[in-house]
């Protein structure tokens, strides 16, 4: 679905795409695998960058960890930005859609995919707070919304949820 996306939105291959919270890789090999050549790394662990790096699929790696500070990348540096898996439990907080939105390029994607369970299970998410930031983002026309798309898994704690946004 995530992958999906991904084509319908950025049929250019060679679009320089950040995969945020890239981990040991494996959405960014997908995106490898289905032609796109300019991926950049960014994760907050050094171990996982690692195992990424062995896959040869990224140009760049920035291995940093992401708290309510700003990202050493510079303003509009990529034409899109996916991350996969980046929001769970003790994981991105939400002040880095902010961070996403200043290191895309106006008119570029952001696409972010996580399992939906972490809309409540995730004290830094719950209570519509996570869905309360995208908003205020889309009001404050900081980026627009374009797509909201749930997976059909029986298992609700597989369900992954994924929000496609076009920064303003
Ligand atoms: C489930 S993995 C992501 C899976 C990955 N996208 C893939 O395709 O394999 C979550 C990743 O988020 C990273 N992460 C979580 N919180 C972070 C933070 N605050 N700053 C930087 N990275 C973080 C973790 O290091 C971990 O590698």
């Given at each position: 679905?995530?992958?999906r ?5 950025i049929?250019?291959?060679s679009?320089r ?9 494996l959405?960014?090999k ?8 300019n991926i ?9 960058m ?21 990202l050493?990348i510079?303003d509009?540096s990529?034409?899109?930005l996916i ?8 994981h ?6 902010s961070e996403?939105?200043?290191c895309?390029k ?6 972010n995919?996580f ?5 409540k ?27 909201r798309?749930?997976t059909?898994?029986e ?14």
């Amino acid at each position: 679905m995530t992958l999906r996306t991904v084509i319908d939105l950025i049929p250019n291959k060679s679009t320089r795409i950040l995969d945020f919270a890239a981990s040991t890789g494996l959405f960014g090999k997908l995106l490898h695998d289905n032609g796109y050549t300019n991926i950049d790394a960014f994760d907050g662990s050094s171990v996982c960058m690692e195992q990424a790096r062995k896959r040869n699929v990224y140009k760049n790696f920035i291995v940093e960890f992401v708290s309510d500070a700003r990202l050493s990348i510079d303003d509009d540096s990529y034409d899109a930005l996916i991350c996969y898996g980046g929001m769970a439990k003790n994981h991105l907080p939400i002040s880095v859609f902010s961070e996403w939105i200043r290191c895309v390029k106006p008119g570029g994607y952001i696409i972010n995919a996580f399992r939906m369970k972490w809309l409540k299970d995730a004290p830094t998410y719950s209570k519509g707070k996570l869905e309360a930031e995208i908003e205020r983002l889309e009001k404050e026309k900081k980026w627009k919304f374009i797509r909201r798309e749930m997976t059909n898994d029986e298992d609700p704690d597989k369900v992954v949820i994924k929000f496609a946004h076009q920064v303003c």
